[in-house]
């Protein structure tokens, strides 16, 4: 199944739409004019990298096998960007740990080695049309309908949340585009953030991809207790002065 590998690591479920947006009318001024604050916004946030420490728990499932595992750890991003998992827990069914979560483990150290730009949404891979706005929890967020310019791998079809206030994103999803693999027919995904110390970090990942060969293989991704700068530093220093166990960058197996 490493077909999952490559397509597990940016999808989901419609379903999880926080309700239709209110359609406001936009011209294609006021669309740039947002969609420019969105690209400042990321610009200033990428150019103070700061290494990060978060837990994660990841719920695997393949439904037409009735197979089902968690995997719960601690992920460690230093500020030059490199990813490690430390204090790995695993509780389920072996063919969900090799096949869904190693698979997406492998394939979000493959995305950091490609290059960002070519899959970053920004006007320079898709095309923005204003929908309206819509409530995320406690704040305002514009929609954008996002639409890529070529048919290329890593590219979706969906929708973007804009924060109205920081104009960071808060919310990804759709469809790929370009199915990274010929055992794949879907490829769906859902991607949420939340806005802390005026940044915006990952709250929340899901996905579904339809295979096949074995159907439907699904993955939720929980991010909590977040720190960031010196309070990384200091998880990560006292996890090696404890010799915890690691998975590195391409952990090919929890």
Same mark, same amino acid.
């Given at each position: ?5 490559t ?6 479920l419609?379903?999880l ?5 209110a359609?406001i009318?936009a ?6 004019? %947002?969609?420019?604050? !969105? ?6 946030q ?7 420490? #978060?837990?994660?728990? #990841? ?13 719960h ?7 030059? =960007? *490199?990813?490690?998992y430390?204090?790995?827990?695993? &509780?389920?069914?072996?063919?969900v *740990?090799?096949?869904? %979560?190693a ?13 960002? &730009? ?7 891979n ?5 929908? =309206?706005?819509?409530? !995320? ?12 310019l070529? *048919?290329?791998? =890593? ?6 949340? %804009?924060?109205?206030?920081? +104009?960071?994103?808060?919310? &990804?999803? =759709?469809?790929?585009v ?9 490829? +769906?995904?859902?991607?949420? +953030? !939340?806005?802390y110390?005026?940044i ?5 990942? %899901?996905?579904?991809?339809s295979?096949?060969l ?7 991704i929980? +991010?909590?207790?977040? *720190? #960031?700068g &010196? ?15 690691r ?8």
């Amino acid at each position: 199944m490493r077909l999952l590998s490559t397509a597990v690591v940016v999808l989901t479920l419609p379903a999880l739409w926080a309700g239709e947006p209110a359609s406001i009318p936009a011209s294609e001024s006021a669309t740039a004019e %947002i969609v420019g604050r !969105y690209v400042s916004a990321l610009q200033v946030q990428q150019t103070h990298p700061q290494a990060v420490s #978060m837990e994660v728990d #990841m719920d695997a499932q393949l439904p037409g096998l009735k197979k089902h595992g968690r995997l719960h750890a601690l992920r460690f991003i230093s500020k030059v =960007g *490199k990813v490690f998992y430390n204090r790995p827990r695993f &509780e389920g069914d072996n063919t969900v *740990k090799k096949e869904v %979560i190693a698979r997406y483990l492998e394939a979000e150290a493959q995305a950091r080695d490609e290059h960002a &730009e070519a899959m970053a949404i920004t006007p320079a891979n898709y095309k923005f049309k204003f929908k =309206g706005t819509t409530d !995320y929890g406690d704040r305002l967020a514009y929609v954008l309908e996002v639409t890529p310019l070529k *048919k290329r791998t =890593g590219l979706y079809k969906g929708e973007l949340w %804009i924060d109205k206030q920081t +104009y960071l994103p808060l919310r &990804e999803w =759709g469809e790929l585009v370009k199915n990274p693999s010929v055992f794949l027919k879907n490829v +769906y995904f859902v991607r949420d +953030y !939340y806005i802390y110390d005026g940044i915006s970090i990952p709250r929340r990942l %899901i996905t579904e991809v339809s295979t096949r060969l074995v159907g439907k293989a699904q993955l939720t991704i929980w +991010y909590d207790n977040f *720190k #960031m700068g &010196e309070g990384a530093q200091a998880t990560a220093a006292a996890l090696s002065s404890e010799g915890s166990p690691r998975m590195g960058q391409t952990a090919s197996e929890p």
